[in-house]
């Protein structure tokens, strides 16, 4: 029989839960959840009671220290991950961490210099990346289906604006961190992983004085472009387009967490299973994809997973610094 993965989780919040949820569709003897921590130790208790979680801390610290957990999914807000996450690898603990990784460049590259010098695994939880759809998009592309890829053009717009985290700037709100994560992390899918030489943006801010609505053009070499937009706003399409000089391949709604791709040599499908869980957002069965991955990832003893590298990351926030900052979103961790 197979050595589970034991996960600890770091947040009892409604991602940390459509997580947990996402693993109860893979083997039992491959993924464990052994324990939550949370600031409170109710909020704890609570969650673990209503996934069947043995352990509950008060405390993260708590949970750095359990010798049972092999690794750690980090579900805080935005703000609190290059602390959270920090403490999780100096204490020897391989993490899974939200996206987006950190706050800004400065952060991110901070992290990673704490997973390389603690010699720890450390993923940026980019889930998309590990879906069916992706990984089929990505075989066409290197199977020369659509020629040479000229043109990017994704969205991602949901109204978001009853909840609160995306809305406050102290909270790490903001389209751009939240959402447009997502359209920027399939441009550079698409380009593999390369920097654009020109990133060019513009949008509004709320009342906070967070980016609601940005529009962006980034440029990569080769006359490659990508459009995209987000919106915390409004709807959009919420689509992805790889335009190439042989065709195009579409990824029709939800562009993150796709279950459809369209494509000249026909469409491609790979449905989600039904669990029975009840989920807060969006397809998050698709959460598990990301924590087979991790599985691999530390069985193979790699500190990195090629799906999403270090030196991805750090691209993806370097263009999410540019876009938000562009449009006049700068957080407090800016200055530090």
Same mark, same amino acid.
């Not at 579900?75 to 020897?92: I, N, Y």
């Given at each position: ?9 770091? @947040?009892?919040?409604?991602? =940390? ?5 996402? %693993? ?11 324990? !939550?921590?949370?600031? @409170? ?12 979680? #043995? ?19 980090? *579900? ?6 290059? +602390? ?7 204490? *020897? ?28 695994? %450390?993923? +940026? /939880?980019?889930? =998309? ?17 659509? *020629? ?5 053009? /994704? ?8 909840? #609160? ?14 959402? /447009?994560?997502?359209?920027?992390? %399939? ?22 004085? !967070?980016? +609601? ?47 459809? &791709? #369209? ?5 491609? #499908?790979?449905? %989600?299973?039904?669990?029975? +869980? ?7 069965? *698709? ?17 990195? =997973? ?15 610094? /540019? ?8 957080? &407090?961790?800016?200055?530090?």
């Amino acid at each position: 029989m197979a050595c589970p993965t034991r996960w600890g989780i770091v @947040s009892a919040g409604l991602i =940390s839960s459509d997580f947990v949820a996402s %693993l109860k569709a893979l083997p039992a003897d491959e993924h464990r959840v052994v324990a !939550v921590a949370a600031r @409170s130790i109710d909020s704890a208790k609570a969650f673990a009671a209503k996934h069947g979680i #043995e352990k509950s801390y008060g405390s993260y610290s708590e949970l750095a220290a359990d010798p049972d957990i092999d690794v750690v999914y980090v *579900g805080v807000v935005h703000p609190k991950h290059l +602390e959270v996450a920090s403490q999780m690898l100096r204490s *020897g603990k391989p993490v899974l961490c939200e996206k987006p990784l950190c706050m800004n460049v400065r952060e991110t590259q901070k992290l990673l210099d704490v997973a390389r010098e603690n010699k720890v695994f %450390l993923m +940026e /939880a980019i889930w =998309s990346r590990f879906f069916p759809v992706y990984k089929e998009l990505g075989r066409r592309i290197k199977a020369g289906e659509i *020629g040479d890829v000229v043109q990017v053009i /994704a969205s991602f717009g949901r109204n978001l604006r009853h909840f #609160e985290r995306v809305q406050k700037k102290d909270l790490g709100g903001g389209v751009t961190l939240d959402i /447009a994560i997502y359209p920027i992390q %399939l441009t550079s899918f698409v380009m593999g992983g390369e920097r654009p030489t020109k990133i060019l943006a513009g949008g509004h801010l709320n009342a906070h004085e !967070v980016d +609601e609505t940005i529009s962006a053009t980034l440029v990569y070499s080769k006359g490659r472009v990508a459009s995209i937009a987000a919106s915390t706003k409004v709807d959009l399409p919420s689509e992805g387009f790889i335009i190439g000089t042989k065709g195009t391949i579409k990824i029709p709604f939800p562009v993150w967490c796709p279950e459809h &791709l #369209e494509g000249p040599s026909g469409n491609f #499908e790979a449905l %989600l299973p039904k669990t029975g +869980e009840t989920f807060n957002y969006n397809n998050s069965q *698709g959460l598990m994809y990301e924590a087979m991955e991790v599985r691999r990832c530390l069985k193979e003893g790699l500190l990195e =997973s090629p799906g999403v590298s270090h030196a991805e990351s750090l691209t993806i926030a370097t263009i999410m610094e /540019a876009v938000r900052t562009q449009v006049g979103t700068v957080y &407090l961790q800016d200055f530090q």
